[in-house]
């Protein structure tokens, strides 16, 4: 089991669109509709932003979407704000009652 | 709202055992549709999934770290708590606890996280 592969960081500026990857197998999210996606600023807990690998919990801004191609699933930012700036994290169930999050992205807003 | 809340010792010597506990309020650890989990976060790294629990007891741990983890649930205190033995340095990190949605598979809310620091 090893961690998804996602861009150390990512930068953009206000009001641009981004996008951030995170890559796994066949055997995680090429598999499976069960990505989700954390958003987490300095010193604090990670907070869900997408789940099933593109829904939004509620009261989540419909700036943040999610997608998945083949083996590798993606977040879009569009419109960034500056209080987007934080890490990001995937996470996929990885078959037998199993998960893996991937290593982060650090998006910074320019 | 549902809350968590990790406690636990903040430092803890080599080779010995790690444990944490992890308190629900505004909800009840015996709901039929969650189950609650363990993540860590190294030092500037990324999170590990460490694993999870349903309140009957059922468990699920991340493969690497099987064979030193234990997840238990105490409904009567709606708790459930973290077991990692011989620990090193590699085990230093914030640990989170976190509710887990399954079959939608996310973890949300999360504690607001605990350091253990593994030194002598």
């Known amino acids: 089991q090893s961690a998804l592969t996602q861009p150390a960081s990512v930068s953009g500026s206000p009001g641009q669109s981004i996008t951030i990857s995170c890559t796994g197998t066949?055997?995680?999210?090429?598999?499976?509709?069960?990505v989700s996606w954390y958003q987490q600023h300095p010193g604090k807990a990670p907070k869900l932003m997408i789940y099933?690998?593109?829904k939004r919990p509620s009261g989540v801004s419909n700036r943040f979407s999610g997608s998945k191609s083949g083996n590798t699933a993606s977040l879009t930012i569009s419109g960034l704000q500056a209080e987007d700036e934080a890490d990001y994290y995937c996470?996929?169930?990885?078959?037998?009652?199993?998960?893996?999050f991937g290593g982060g992205t650090k998006l910074t807003v320019l | 709202q549902v809350q968590l809340q990790e406690s636990g010792p903040g430092l803890v010597k080599p080779s010995e055992t790690l444990s944490l506990t992890c308190t629900v309020s505004?909800?009840?650890?015996?709901?039929?549709?969650?189950?609650w989990g363990w993540i860590r976060q190294p030092p500037g790294k990324g999170l590990e999934w460490i694993g999870s629990?349903?309140?009957?007891?059922?468990?699920y741990y991340n493969p690497s770290l099987k064979s030193r983890v234990s997840i238990a649930v105490d409904t009567s205190k709606n708790q459930f708590s973290l077991k990692l033995s011989s620990v090193t340095a590699a085990d230093t990190a914030v640990y989170y606890c976190?509710?887990?949605?399954?079959?939608?598979?996310?973890?949300?809310?999360w504690g607001q996280g605990t350091l253990v620091t593994v030194s002598s």
């Open positions: 976190a509710r887990f949605l399954p079959h939608s598979d996310w973890f949300d809310p």
């Open positions: 505004g909800g009840f650890i015996s709901s039929s549709s969650y189950y």
């Open positions: 629990i349903y309140y009957s007891g059922s468990t």
């Open positions: 066949s055997s995680d999210v090429g598999t499976y509709n069960l």
């Open positions: 099933e690998g593109s």
């Open positions: 996470c996929s169930y990885a078959g037998t009652s199993t998960w893996v």
